[in-house]
Protein backbone atom coordinates (compact mmCIF):
# COMPACT_ATOMS: atom_id res chain seq x y z
CA UNK A 1 0.00 0.00 0.00
CA UNK A 2 1.22 3.41 -0.52
CA UNK A 3 0.10 6.97 -0.11
CA UNK A 4 1.90 9.51 -1.95
CA UNK A 5 0.77 13.11 -0.41
CA UNK A 6 1.53 16.45 -2.55
CA UNK A 7 0.53 20.20 -3.01
CA UNK A 8 2.55 21.42 0.28
CA UNK A 9 4.70 24.53 -0.05
CA UNK A 10 4.94 28.14 0.98
CA UNK A 11 2.31 30.45 1.11
CA UNK A 12 1.42 33.74 2.81
CA UNK A 13 -1.27 33.98 5.85
CA UNK A 14 -4.61 34.47 3.97
CA UNK A 15 -3.96 31.84 0.87
CA UNK A 16 -5.16 28.75 0.14
CA UNK A 17 -3.39 25.60 -0.74
CA UNK A 18 -4.64 22.17 -2.39
CA UNK A 19 -2.86 18.71 -0.98
CA UNK A 20 -3.87 15.80 -2.66
CA UNK A 21 -2.78 12.36 -1.53
CA UNK A 22 -2.88 9.41 -4.35
CA UNK A 23 -3.64 5.95 -2.73
CA UNK A 24 -2.59 2.46 -4.30
CA UNK A 25 -2.61 -1.20 -3.11
CA UNK A 26 -5.72 -1.12 -1.53
CA UNK A 27 -10.09 -1.43 -2.15
CA UNK A 28 -9.75 2.61 -2.01
CA UNK A 29 -13.51 2.95 -1.70
CA UNK A 30 -13.11 0.58 1.36
CA UNK A 31 -11.75 3.00 3.54
CA UNK A 32 -11.89 6.42 5.31
CA UNK A 33 -9.41 9.07 4.61
CA UNK A 34 -7.57 11.02 6.81
CA UNK A 35 -5.78 14.10 7.63
CA UNK A 36 -3.46 14.67 10.40
CA UNK A 37 -0.40 16.85 11.31
CA UNK A 38 2.38 17.47 12.64
CA UNK A 39 4.17 20.93 13.96
CA UNK A 40 7.56 21.22 15.36
CA UNK A 41 7.70 19.92 19.01
CA UNK A 42 4.06 18.67 19.18
CA UNK A 43 2.53 15.65 19.00
CA UNK A 44 0.92 14.59 15.28
CA UNK A 45 -3.64 15.88 15.51
CA UNK A 46 -6.45 15.46 13.61
CA UNK A 47 -7.12 17.67 10.79
CA UNK A 48 -10.34 16.45 8.67
CA UNK A 49 -11.98 12.95 7.70
CA UNK A 50 -13.40 11.47 4.89
CA UNK A 51 -15.20 8.38 4.66
CA UNK A 52 -14.96 5.88 2.30
CA UNK A 53 -18.92 6.41 0.94
CA UNK A 54 -17.47 10.42 0.91
CA UNK A 55 -21.14 10.62 2.33
CA UNK A 56 -19.55 11.94 5.73
CA UNK A 57 -16.73 14.39 6.58
CA UNK A 58 -15.34 15.72 9.74
CA UNK A 59 -12.90 18.39 11.12
CA UNK A 60 -10.90 19.55 14.13
CA UNK A 61 -11.77 22.75 15.33
CA UNK A 62 -9.20 24.81 14.51
CA UNK A 63 -9.86 23.87 10.47
CA UNK A 64 -13.60 23.93 10.70
CA UNK A 65 -14.95 26.58 8.35
CA UNK A 66 -11.38 27.06 6.08
CA UNK A 67 -10.91 23.66 4.77
CA UNK A 68 -12.67 20.97 3.15
CA UNK A 69 -11.72 17.61 2.59
CA UNK A 70 -13.05 15.69 -0.79
CA UNK A 71 -12.26 12.44 -2.37
CA UNK A 72 -12.85 10.78 -6.14
CA UNK A 73 -12.75 6.96 -5.61
CA UNK A 74 -12.54 6.72 -9.08
CA UNK A 75 -9.31 8.41 -9.23
CA UNK A 76 -8.02 6.48 -5.31
CA UNK A 77 -7.20 10.19 -4.25
CA UNK A 78 -8.32 12.05 -1.66
CA UNK A 79 -8.02 15.88 -1.35
CA UNK A 80 -7.76 18.47 1.61
CA UNK A 81 -8.78 22.22 0.11
CA UNK A 82 -7.23 24.66 2.75
CA UNK A 83 -8.20 28.38 2.46
CA UNK A 84 -7.97 31.14 5.19
CA UNK A 85 -4.17 29.71 6.15
CA UNK A 86 -2.81 30.84 9.20
CA UNK A 87 0.62 30.66 10.86
CA UNK A 88 -0.45 28.29 12.88
CA UNK A 89 -1.32 25.84 9.89
CA UNK A 90 2.35 25.02 9.38
CA UNK A 91 3.18 21.63 9.81
CA UNK A 92 4.11 18.46 7.85
CA UNK A 93 0.63 17.00 6.73
CA UNK A 94 -0.22 13.31 6.51
CA UNK A 95 -3.06 11.60 4.75
CA UNK A 96 -3.74 7.91 6.04
CA UNK A 97 -6.24 5.13 5.41
CA UNK A 98 -8.75 3.13 8.09
CA UNK A 99 -10.85 0.16 6.59
CA UNK A 100 -13.84 1.99 7.10
CA UNK A 101 -15.59 2.21 10.67
CA UNK A 102 -15.62 4.39 13.51
CA UNK A 103 -12.34 5.84 15.80
CA UNK A 104 -11.62 8.19 12.44
CA UNK A 105 -10.14 11.09 14.81
CA UNK A 106 -7.50 8.74 16.41
CA UNK A 107 -4.29 8.22 14.55
CA UNK A 108 -4.14 5.00 16.25
CA UNK A 109 -6.71 3.75 14.49
CA UNK A 110 -5.29 4.22 11.04
CA UNK A 111 -3.80 1.42 8.87
CA UNK A 112 -1.77 3.01 6.16
CA UNK A 113 -0.01 6.53 6.33
CA UNK A 114 1.29 8.66 3.41
CA UNK A 115 5.29 10.02 3.94
CA UNK A 116 3.90 13.52 4.41
CA UNK A 117 4.03 16.75 2.85
CA UNK A 118 5.32 20.45 4.16
CA UNK A 119 2.65 23.70 4.34
CA UNK A 120 4.72 26.61 5.74
CA UNK A 121 2.41 29.75 6.11
CA UNK A 122 4.05 33.06 6.80
CA UNK A 123 2.90 35.94 8.63
Known amino acids: VQLQASGGGLVQAGGSLRLSCAAS????????MGWFRRAPGNEREFVAVIAWSGGSTGYADSVKGRFTVSRDNAKNTVYLQMNSLKPEDTAVYYC?????????????????WGQGTQVTVSS
Open 25 to 32: GLTFSNYD
Open 96 to 112: AAKFRGYGSRSPRNYDY
